[in-house]
């Protein structure tokens, strides 16, 4: 029993957050939470479907204007210890997150603080959104912008980062004065309503901040189709982020896309091999291979190609696979069987295909949904690979003999969120950086996340950008005042 190991078994709530209360569903059904690890159930929290979503958008367009009238400064403190909340908590959240999804501890405390970072770094921005004064074109007039928070959001988030796909959206649209309904994902609701429990310590008013739980096409459709929503802001998958596209355009909202992506690492002869290996395990092997910018093909020059095959099998090989409570575990389980089985057909395509087996290949030894680290050589264009996301710890190697065609083969996808290379000629790292169709590139470096960079994709990952500067961009309307007679 979670709670048991919890220091604040407090922070495990197993209700909706609603206008400041936990709340069950109307209709006092609920859904299951398991344990990746072990399959074992964790508890239960409410299925929500339309009627609750109505509920929770009325309770957030009821908030925001207390809440937008308060100046940047009060939301700011109050956000800032949201995020002190957070790191006072640590330990427990992670505990929480590991048993929910799945990944190992360090990685789960890894993210608290990742998402914490949010709160700061918003708490901060919220205070400096500013406007502009238009030297007048008549001189009896005064031409001024200003910048107003768009209203009530609605946030749709994933399972591999529960906390930090929240965060990363609420902290922004929450500092300028928004208000926010989150639907986590089924697999990961505990850590959402953790931080809707601080929220409400920190002090953020009943109905600032919303979490509902239950059906996703339920939800997502009052979401969409609400007239009060003025934002969707979505992470997940492409496919699904489309029809969320479709279906908010019938009221013209607002929206921001997180969605897949297919990365490309490319290793050039004159790179610094060791340290390539390094930023690949780390690129392709974080949450078990199941983040968004996870590499999803190597591109290796043919001079080094066999050098970094046998090193970075050498280094997956040495990989603990484990429950992530336990001990010094690196890779934990997938999120569930759908996800082994992508995996697992992904690697017989490949091997079908000519793929080179170098290491792993098949389910552990500990069952469930837990899958050795791999690497396959020899891969091609024609495999899976090339064109889907994995989502998996399957790392297959493609060679190349020229920069061009490098960046060819990197740029064949309707992806573009994130792209690596490594290389120690800088000239180099101009002209592929600026012709890498991607919306982030790691220059020899596997690990490009960071809360003051703007995160994001272009093509088919997706619109927008979280975090850094810009993120706070898509939670405000620009409006214009034209006065006359002055
Ligand atoms: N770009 C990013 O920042 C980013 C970050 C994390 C994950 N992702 C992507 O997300 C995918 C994996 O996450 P996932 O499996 O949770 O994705 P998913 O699209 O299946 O689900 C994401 C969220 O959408 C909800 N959802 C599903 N169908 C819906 C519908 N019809 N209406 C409303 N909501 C619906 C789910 O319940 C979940 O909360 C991968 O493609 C990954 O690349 C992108
Ligand atoms: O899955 C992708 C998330 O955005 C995780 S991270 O921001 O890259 O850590």
């Known amino acids: 029993m979670i709670k048991k190991i919890l220091k604040d078994p407090t922070l495990f709530h197993q209700k909706c957050y609603i206008q400041g209360e936990w709340v069950n569903a109307d209709s006092n059904k609920a859904l299951d939470v398991t344990n990746p690890a072990t399959g074992e159930t964790i508890g239960t929290v409410p299925m929500c479907c339309a009627e609750e979503t109505r509920k929770a958008i009325k309770a957030a367009e009821e908030a925001r204007y207390e809440w937008q009238a308060k100046t940047a400064g009060d939301r700011s403190r109050i956000i800032r210890r949201w995020h002190d909340l957070m790191m006072e908590h640590q330990e427990d959240l992670a505990i929480i997150m590991t048993a929910e999804q799945g990944k190992p501890m360090a990685e789960s405390r890894g993210e608290i603080a990742y998402a914490a970072a949010f709160f700061e770094w918003f708490a901060e921005e919220g205070k400096r959104i500013y406007g502009d004064v238009i030297p007048q074109t008549v001189q009896s007039q005064r031409l001024v912008v200003i910048k107003q928070p768009i209203g009530v959001v609605a946030a749709i988030t994933p399972w591999n980062f529960p906390s930090a796909m929240i965060t990363r959206k609420a902290g922004a649209a929450i500092a300028v004065g928004c208000s926010i309904v989150v639907k986590p994902a089924k697999a990961t609701p505990y850590s959402a309503l953790a931080i809707a429990e601080l929220a409400h310590r920190a002090g953020i008013p009943r109905g600032v901040f919303n979490v509902i739980t239950g059906s996703s096409s339920a939800i997502g459709g009052e979401m969409t189709a609400n007239p009060l929503v003025r934002k969707i802001t979505f992470t997940g998958s492409t496919a699904v982020g489309k029809k969320l596209m479709r279906d ?102 490949a091997l079908a295909k000519g793929g080179r087996l170098v290491t792993g290949g098949k389910r552990h030894a500990l069952g469930g949904s837990f899958y050795e680290p791999t690497v396959i050589a020899d891969a091609t264009e024609e495999m899976l690979i090339s064109t889907e996301e994995t989502f998996g710890p399957l790392a297959p190697v493609l060679k190349f003999e020229t920069e061009d065609e490098a960046i060819h083969k990197a740029n064949k996808t309707e992806f573009g969120l994130a792209a690596y290379f490594y290389t120690r000629d800088m000239a180099r790292t101009w002209r592929v950086g600026e012709k890498l169709e991607s919306g982030m590139v790691g220059i020899n470096t596997g690990l490009i996340s960071n809360p003051v960079a703007p995160f994001g994709g272009v093509k088919e990952s997706g619109n927008g950008r979280e975090g850094s500067k810009y993120g706070v961009d898509d939670y405000l309307e620009i409006k214009y005042l034209c006065m006359a007679g002055i």
Do not use: W
């Open 248 to 349: 908010a355009s019938d009221t013209m909202k607002r929206v921001s896309m997180e969605l897949g992506g297919n990365a490309p690492f490319i290793v050039f002869d004159d790179a610094d091999l060791d340290a390539a290996v390094e930023g690949a395990v780390v690129s392709k092997y974080r949450n078990t291979g199941q983040t968004c910018v996870c590499t999803n093909r190597f591109l290796v020059q043919s001079g080094i190609y066999d050098a970094f095959c046998q090193k970075l099998a050498d280094a997956v090989q040495k990989m603990k696979v484990g429950n992530g409570l336990e001990g010094e575990t690196q890779q934990g389980p997938m999120i569930d069987m759908a996800a082994l089985k992508k995996v697992e057909e992904h690697v017989a395509d």
